[in-house]
């Protein structure tokens, strides 16, 4: 079984240590090889698990430091918005707009209110998409805990837990689909993402608006192109599977 058909093993031993409360909100993790052992498990599939629960916003990894549980917003669940987006079909532009209602606000307010720790969070997810520019899958990840440190840090935990069950949704929907990016839309997001946090880090609320909002709209409109090229594609495909069979 590979490490992410194994990720649930380590998912539930997490579930189960904060069930207990063994862990905390602001409690770091046991370090990988430790988890590898307690669950008896590859350091691989812990990365893959750790990788899970950072994506549902349960832990934050920090470079140098560790993975810990975020002291962050009380979560809403994304399953009953999950639900309702497979039965009607929520659209690409009504998520981004969703998400444009939600988090251009959230970005002046950020400006305002954040911490210097929230700073040094949203400073490390920042690093990490460059990093990680050639690796779709946790480019996602840290792409999804950068929006989610924003909304933490606007200090207001109904918005925070009202874009956290936005985020968990985009997550799902996008990691089908994150192969497709070109290195260019990843490095054009990283850039975006980096004038997000100068914007905040500067208090500037009116520029971290700005700028949130030219992010949306611009990632909006590559995962369209990215959708087109995919249509245009098929045709070939089925063409293919006619020939073949």
Do not use: W
């Not at 669950?39 to 599939?45: A, K, L, M």
């Not at 079909?89 to 444009?100: I, L, Q, T």
């Not at 305002?112 to 997810?125: F, I, P």
């Not at 990843?186 to 905040?200: D, K, N």
Request: hydrophobic share 40%; proline share 5%.
């Amino acid at each position: 079984m590979t490490p992410e058909g194994c990720a649930e093993q380590v998912v539930a031993h997490v579930r189960a240590l904060i069930e207990r409360r063994a862990l905390r909100p602001g409690d770091r993790l046991p370090a990988e090889r430790d988890l590898a052992s307690q669950i008896g498990v590859s350091r691989p599939t812990v990365r893959a698990g750790l990788h899970a629960l950072a994506a549902m916003g349960v832990v934050q990894s920090r470079r140098g430091s560790g993975t810990f549980i975020p002291n962050g917003p009380p979560a809403l669940a994304p399953e009953p918005l999950s639900f309702l987006a497979a039965l009607h079909g929520f659209s690409r532009d009504e998520m981004y707009e969703a998400r444009r209602v939600l988090e251009i606000g959230a970005a002046g307010l950020a400006a305002e209110r954040a911490t210097s720790d929230q700073l040094a969070v949203l400073a490390d997810e920042v690093a990490s998409l460059f990093a990680l520019m050639h690796e779709p899958q946790a480019f996602l990840v840290h792409d999804v805990n950068f929006h989610r440190g924003v909304a933490a840090s606007s200090g207001n935990p109904i918005l925070a837990a009202l874009i956290e069950m936005v985020s968990g949704l985009y997550y799902e929907q996008r990691r089908k689909t994150a192969e497709r990016a070109a290195n260019r839309d990843r490095r054009a997001a990283a850039e975006a993402h980096r004038r997000i946090y100068q914007a905040i880090r500067s208090r500037d609320a009116d520029g971290a608006r700005r700028a949130m909002h030219d992010h949306l709209v611009e990632a909006s409109r590559y995962q369209a192109e990215e959708a087109d090229a995919e249509a245009a594609r098929e045709p070939q495909r089925r063409r293919r599977r006619r020939v073949a069979s």
